[in-house]
């Protein structure tokens, strides 16, 4: 401190940095602190959240309570004004679509009787044998009754006849006259099928006499009817 007093190359600390003195100094820092505070009072985020400051009336009108406004603050202190940045509001996310949850077995119209789970909580052993119980006394059997009598008229038996013969068609046994392709033709043409016609043929003296004349080769199978069918179901 002595020798500060003494060296007169110090300069006066009293004064102020940029100011003539001390007063002036601290008048101008009162004032900053002053506008700094109004500043912060009168400032407000903008209505809209896409608006900008340039595009805002109330950045540049004056406040209805006369204090400064934002741009005459930044006037004052040297300052740039600054362009309020838009806030853009996220869009709301597209809905989310769920699968339908999957039917279960005991879902309406859906049989759950392969579900072992399903089935045994319902069911048990003294069930199972009511339910037998009540099927069996629904059980109804038929009357065993005697095969009806087969009708004597219905002509000579074919399989026994078929099972009694040994030769093959075509392969002669009895002796036949003479006839005609013609006959021939006429007496099978007017039976409706080779078996009526082998029974007509049984019935009118075959197979050893050919009366209809529809046996000329005497295999004793008239009209083309075949034995081995039989045979072989026999066998």
């Known amino acids: 401190m002595a020798l500060a ?3 007169p190359a110090i300069p006066d600390s009293g004064s102020g940095v940029g100011f003539g003195d001390y007063d002036s100094y601290q008048s101008q820092l009162r004032r900053d602190t002053a506008l700094a505070s ?3 009072q ?4 903008p209505a809209s959240p896409v608006a900008s400051a340039s595009a805002s009336p109330s950045a540049a009108a004056p406040s209805a309570t006369g204090a400064p406004t934002a741009a005459e603050i930044d006037q004052a202190l040297g300052r740039t004004p600054t362009t309020a940045q838009p806030v853009i509001t996220p869009a709301a996310p597209a ?9 279960t077995a005991g879902s309406a119209g859906i049989s759950d009787e392969q579900s072992f789970e399903a089935v045994s909580s319902r069911e048990s052993i003294e069930s199972d044998a009511q339910r037998i119980a009540r099927q069996r006394a ?3 059997q038929a009357p065993v009754t005697a095969l009806p009598d087969r009708p004597q008229d219905t002509g000579p038996n074919l399989a026994q006849y078929a099972l009694s013969t040994t030769n093959q068609p075509g392969e002669k046994i009895y002796r036949r006259g003479f006839t005609s392709q013609r006959k021939f033709d006429r007496a099978c043409a007017s039976q ?16 050893k006499r050919d009366k209809l004349g529809m046996d000329p080769d005497g295999d004793g199978f008239a009209c083309g009817w075949d034995p ?8």
Do not use: H, I, M, N
């Not at 989310?96 to 039917?103: D, G, L, M, S």
């Not at 099928?193 to 019935?203: D, K």
């Open 5 to 7: 007093a003494c060296d």
């Open 38 to 40: 109004s500043s912060r």
């Open 42 to 45: 009168t400032v407000q985020p």
């Open 95 to 103: 809905p989310v679509r769920t699968a339908a949850a999957p039917r």
């Open 138 to 140: 629904q059980f109804e």
């Open 192 to 207: 409706p099928s080779a078996a009526l016609a082998q029974q007509a043929f049984l019935a009118a003296g075959g197979p």
């Open 228 to 235: 081995r069918p039989f045979r072989a179901a026999k066998g």
